[in-house]
C-alpha cells in the first residue's frame, strides 16, 4: 500500500461518516417538523388559566398545515380577544369521532375541560372510511342508534367495540355536559364538488344526523354546510376554486379564513348569542344574518 492510499482512506472515512451525520440529522429534523405541524396546536396551553376556553374539536377540515392547506380552527382564534378567552384548537387530522375518542384524543381535551368552558364539535368527513383496516380503520357505524359491531382492529391490534357515528357524538355530548361545559355542534365545510352549478351540500348524511343528535340531546347546532355552500355559490365556482389548496377537501389559507369567519357568523346568529361577548373587534365586524336552505 502506497502512502497515498494510506492518506485517502482516513479522509474517506471522516467524509462517510459526516455524511452519516448529516442524513441522520436531517432526517430527524424532517420527522420532528412534521410531527410538529400536525400538532403545533395541539400543543397549545391556555394564556391565562383563569379564563373561559373555547376548544375546536374535529378533523384536519380545522386543522391542517400540509401541503399548503390550512384549516379554519387556525385564522379562527383571532376573531377572539385573547384577554376575554382562550381558543384552542384541538382538532386532528385524519381522525373520526372514533378514532379522536379510541386514540385517547378526546380525553386529553376532557382533562383541560372546566365548568364554564365551550366546546365546538365537528366530526363527520373521515367516518365513512372502513372501520378495519391495516391503514386508517377510523369508520364509525352508519346513523344516530346504538348498532355495535365488535372487531379485531387489524391497526391497532386490539379487540374493539365499534360504535355508530351518533353514539361517538352523544358521547363526546355527554361527557363536556359532565364537565359543566356548553358543547355546540356543527355540520361539517363544504367540499369543491360542483354539480350544474351547485356546490355539493355535505358528504352523505352526516349534516342531517349532527343536527338529529344536536335536537336529541337538547344542545346547540350550527349549520355551517348552508353557511359555506350558499357563501360559495355566490362567489360562483371559479372563485371558490382558489380557496381550496391540492385537493377538494382541504381548503387553502383563504379559504381557511373563510370558513372560520362563517363559523364566527353561525355563532352570531344563535339566539343566545353565547360567545359574542368574548369576540375581538375583527370578530364584531363580522356580520351576521339568518341563512336560508337552498
Known amino acids: 500500500m502506497n502512502c497515498t492510499s494510506r492518506k485517502t482512506k482516513p479522509i474517506v472515512y471522516a467524509a462517510a461518516l459526516i455524511y452519516l451525520t448529516l442524513s441522520i440529522s436531517l432526517g430527524l429534523v424532517q420527522t420532528l417538523n412534521a410531527r410538529d405541524r400536525e400538532t403545533r396546536l395541539g400543543e397549545q396551553r391556555p394564556i391565562n ?6 376548544f375546536v374539536v374535529g378533523d384536519s377540515t380545522a386543522n391542517n398545515n400540509a401541503n399548503g392547506a390550512q384549516g379554519w380552527g387556525d385564522p379562527f382564534i383571532s376573531y377572539f380577544d385573547a384577554k376575554k378567552i382562550n381558543v384552542l384548537n384541538r382538532a386532528r387530522g385524519g381522525r373520526s369521532s372514533r378514532t379522536f375518542i379510541t386514540e385517547g384524543l ?7 375541560m372546566k365548568r364554564g368552558d365551550f366546546v365546538l364539535i365537528q366530526f363527520g368527513h373521515n367516518d365513512a372510511g372502513a372501520t378495519n383496516d391495516a391503514s386508517r380503520a377510523r369508520g364509525s357505524l352508519p346513523g344516530t342508534g346504538e348498532e355495535t359491531q365488535e372487531i379485531d382492529n387489524v391497526l391497532t391490534k386490539k379487540h374493539e367495540v365499534v360504535h355508530t357515528y351518533g353514539w361517538y357524538m352523544r358521547k363526546m355530548i355527554a361527557d363536556t355536559k359532565a364537565k359543566g361545559a356548553m ?3 356543527m355540520s ?3 367540499r369543491n364538488i360542483w354539480k350544474d352549478g351547485r356546490v355539493e351540500r355535505g358528504s352523505g348524511k352526516f349534516g342531517l344526523w349532527a343536527a338529529e343528535i344536536a335536537k336529541s340531546q337538547n344542545v346547540t347546532f350550527i349549520d355551517l354546510t348552508t353557511l359555506i355552500a350558499n357563501k360559495y355559490e355566490e362567489l360562483g365556482e371559479e372563485k371558490v376554486k382558489e380557496l381550496f389548496a391540492t385537493d377538494h377537501t382541504h381548503t387553502s389559507p383563504a379559504g381557511a379564513e373563510l370558513n372560520a369567519s362563517l363559523v364566527v357568523e353561525g355563532l352570531k346568529i344563535l339566539r343566545s348569542k353565547p360567545l359574542n361577548r368574548y369576540l375581538s373587534e375583527k370578530g364584531k365586524a363580522v356580520k351576521a344574518e339568518r341563512q336560508k336552505r337552498s
Open 183 to 185: 358543547p355546540i355542534v
Open 49 to 54: 388559566s383563569h379564563l373561559m376556553i373555547l
Open 188 to 190: 361539517l365545510t363544504v
Open 106 to 112: 378526546w380525553d386529553k381535551v376532557l382533562s383541560e
